[in-house]
């Protein structure tokens, strides 16, 4: 699934290209992936209206329109979301086509098909299920070391599923906590309040490092994931944990391992990792 460095990355090349372009058409093949309105709405409706910039919280990315409302969508597991100069290159896993009226186009494809787009008033946009009660961005001002201190202080459950709780931190996903828990030192199996201070500060440093070291590489391109120039990303090429399993730690050369930690697949290393 595309986290936030994905879908940051993915944000960030649209706004080098979206703002200023005007809706010419919407091609819809698979009405499922429109949430709300009807896909016929959104076909008939759409047309005419001017992109005026991006925005992003946590997985979910945003493109504005002049009419004050806004395109959310949430990529899942395995969409794709891709800018082209002319026509858009599609397959039987094209579900939307957004045409310009210059003739450029953004290509919604999904192979798993749980990929949604919702098109709602700007006002609206704390009605949208998972997005209104998502915690602080991560890399923002508003996640500081006090309130993750307050946070873990309190949660019995472990700092993997803590990690992984959209309420707790914006936009974390499987690969991300593996990587991030790895830089800290600390067991993804650990219970969240058992964490020293120390730990607990290490782990806000990793979560902040991390996350800003995969923007930079553009994401991790795993299986599906490509940026909005359908390029992959470069962070694949760092990971120290995750995929990595009976491989030697970068850090200590003992060999990672894998279980099932907060219903996921967890790879760590038992030596560095406490």
């Known amino acids: ?37 009807a896909a016929a709405d959104v076909m008939t409706r759409l047309p005419g209206k001017r992109v005026t910039g991006t925005g992003r919280r946590g997985k979910y990315l945003q493109i504005f329109l002049d009419d004050d409302s806004v395109l959310v969508i949430h990529l899942r597991m395995t969409g794709q979301l891709v800018f082209n100069e002319g026509a858009a290159v599609t397959d039987k896993h094209t579900h939307v086509v957004f045409s310009f009226t210059d003739g450029s186009t953004l290509a919604f494809s999904d ?44 949660r019995t459950v472990t700092i993997k599923a803590l990690l992984l709780n959209q309420q707790f931190l914006a936009g974390l ?37 991390v996350l800003a070291e995969a923007i930079e590489c553009r994401g991790t391109s795993m299986s599906d994931y490509r940026d909005s120039a359908g390029a992959l990303g470069e962070f694949q090429n760092r990971l120290q944990v995750y995929g990595r399993r009976d491989q030697d730690c970068p850090r200590c050369q003992k060999k990672i391992s894998r279980s099932k930690v907060a219903g996921r697949g967890t790879h760590y290393c038992t030596s560095c990792q406490h």
């Not at 991300?176 to 309040?193: F, M, N, S, T, V």
């Open 173 to 209: 996903g499987n690969i991300y906590a593996d990587e991030i828990l790895h830089r800290a030192q600390i067991l993804p199996q650990r219970k969240a309040r058992s964490l020293s201070r120390q730990e607990r500060q290490h782990l806000f440093s990793a979560i902040r490092e």
């Open 1 to 37: 699934m595309p986290e936030l460095p994905e879908v940051e990355t993915i944000r960030c090349g649209l706004e080098q290209v979206l703002p200023g372009r005007v809706f010419a058409a919407v091609e819809i093949g698979y009405g499922g992936s429109i949430k709300d309105p």
């Open 111 to 154: 192979i798993r098909k749980f990929g949604t787009i919702w098109w709602v008033p700007i006002s609206r946009l704390d009605h949208i299920k998972g997005l209104a009660t998502l915690g602080p961005e991560p890399l923002s001002a508003d996640f500081h070391f006090s309130y993750l201190n307050r946070e873990v202080e309190k």
